[in-house]
């Protein structure tokens, strides 16, 4: 994956957070049923973790693999993947 582009990146941004969240669903559920801990109330808090990947990932693009347009391209979809987040599950009434 040598490719510096943007769409790339937005791809890679939009794409990356589901099986995040899979995983993480994973990982909640069995320590629940397990009786380690109660889980994390609301699973809201799951989508905010599933995109804060792309966060971390953005500087492994943009600072050690110097491909900075594809990091462009993660920042602008993660950060309106934050946005919506907050539209959608933060209004007030």
Do not use: C
């Not at 995983?23 to 109330?41: C, E, H, R």
């Amino acid at each position: 994956m040598k490719k510096d582009n943007f769409l790339l990146g937005l791809l890679t941004g939009l794409v990356l957070p589901f099986p995040v969240y899979g995983i993480l669903w994973l990982i909640d559920t069995g320590l629940k049923k397990a009786g380690v801990w109660n889980g994390l109330q609301p699973h809201e808090n799951l989508y905010l973790l599933s995109i804060a990947l792309n966060f971390l990932l953005i500087r492994f693009f943009m600072v050690k693999w110097q491909m900075q347009k594809t990091g462009r391209g993660m920042l602008l979809i993660s950060i309106l993947m934050v946005v919506a987040f907050f539209l959608l599950f933060f209004k007030q009434y």
